[in-house]
């Protein structure tokens, strides 16, 4: 039986990404580009792969591309580094949540406002975003 080899396509797939991402990732420094051998269709590794499992899992938690970046230039060596990026990172999200909760908390309020209005001519949610 003989073994596949991994082309970018095969490598896309098997990351759940398309093509074109493995190409900027290579283009942006994220994931480095195989050797093109004479037969003429690199050949990714499998930690190609895990890399771009990487990047996908730091993405979901928020990191941006450049912060990824650091992180994989950290590998293993520094977990004080890690954890203060992951801090950073953290306390961003919760300024972004309570940002968040109170721009909920304005606009149940223009809703409720809304649905009293006996005023069928004019909006007040409208007519607060106009004046604000």
């Given at each position: 039986m003989t073994s596949r080899l991994t082309t970018i396509g095969i490598a896309a797939r098997k990351a759940g990404v398309n093509v074109e991402t493995i190409r900027y990732y290579q283009r942006i420094g994220l994931i480095d580009e195989p050797e093109k051998p004479l037969s003429g269709f690199r050949v990714y590794p499998d930690s190609a792969i895990d890399r771009i499992h990487f990047i996908q899992r730091a993405q979901m938690l928020g990191?941006?591309?450049?912060?990824?970046?650091?992180?994989?230039a950290l590998e293993d060596g520094d977990c004080a580094q890690t954890r203060e990026l992951?801090?950073?990172k953290l306390a961003l999200i919760n300024y972004k949540i309570e940002d968040l909760q109170t721009m909920a908390a304005v606009l149940k309020k223009h809703i409720r406002v809304c649905k009293t209005n006996k005023d069928q001519q004019t909006c007040p949610l409208i007519t607060s975003l106009v004046r604000s």
């Open positions: 990191f941006s591309l450049a912060e990824i970046k650091h992180l994989l992951a801090e950073q």
